[in-house]
């Protein structure tokens, strides 16, 4: 069966304090790793897509990479606005479009 | 930049009536979604809907869930008799061609009492 496991559950950074959320799938034929942000009461807010092991992309203070069984989001020189809920989902293969969640790394980082 | 937008916000009904949640998909894609995550819990695949007509569905979605894209901008989510365990929040989705990227709007919280 298809799954996503996201480790910690929590983490609390201090300002500044560099980490790494960890992101550990089980799926035959992977299509996509999709890294999503999601605020209280919000909907998740695309992040990245990473396609096959090797790849890293880059977006501000966030670093995304992917190896054949997980994929790490680094967090560089955190502030406190990247304090939210962390979702990492795959797409599954074999003509399907739907993405399979994991329940997320709960961010906190304080000044 | 483009947005999913979805109406109401807040919902909340009570058990065994009917609800539609509605949901604008960004104007350009193909490939429009239901997810819903109840409180505390994982974000679930309800539904895909492309070419107006379902392309998956889910175990979640039984027969008191439908889609439909009555015009050209609007996809809705109709629960026909709501259950207790239905309280959750209610994402829309969109994708364009080829997938990729999903953009998901802000949800609705239906509260069903």
């Known amino acids: 069966e298809d799954q996503v496991t996201q480790s910690p559950e929590a983490l609390r950074l201090q300002e500044g304090e560099s980490s790494s959320l960890n992101c550990s799938y089980t799926v035959s034929g992977l299509r996509g790793l999709f890294w999503y942000r999601q605020d209280p009461g919000k909907g998740p807010e695309f992040l990245f897509t990473?396609?096959?092991a090797g790849e890293e992309k880059e977006k501000e203070r966030l670093k995304a990479t992917l190896t054949k069984k997980e994929s790490f989001l680094h967090i560089t020189a955190p502030k406190p606005e990247d304090s939210a809920t962390y979702l990492c989902?795959?797409?599954?293969?074999?003509?399907?479009?739907?993405?399979?969640f994991g329940t997320g790394t709960r961010l906190q980082v304080f000044p | 930049e483009p947005e999913v937008t979805q109406t109401p916000s807040h919902q909340v009904t009570q058990m065994g009536q009917e609800v539609i949640l509605r949901c604008v998909p960004i104007s350009n894609h193909l490939y429009f979604y239901w997810y819903r995550q109840i409180l505390g819990q994982k974000v679930e695949f309800l539904v895909s809907?492309?070419?107006?007509?379902?392309?998956?569905k889910s175990e979640i979605f039984d027969d008191q869930f439908s889609v439909e894209r009555p015009d050209g901008s609007n996809f809705t989510l109709k629960i026909r008799s709501t259950k207790l365990e239905d309280s959750a929040m209610y994402f829309c989705?969109?994708?364009?061609?080829?997938?990729?990227?999903?953009?998901f709007g802000s949800g609705t919280r239906l509260t069903v009492v």
């Open positions: 809907f492309y070419n107006n007509e379902i392309s998956e």
């Open positions: 990473l396609y096959s």
């Open positions: 989902a795959v797409q599954a293969p074999r003509n399907t479009d739907k993405l399979i």
């Open positions: 989705a969109s994708s364009g061609e080829g997938g990729g990227g999903y953009t």
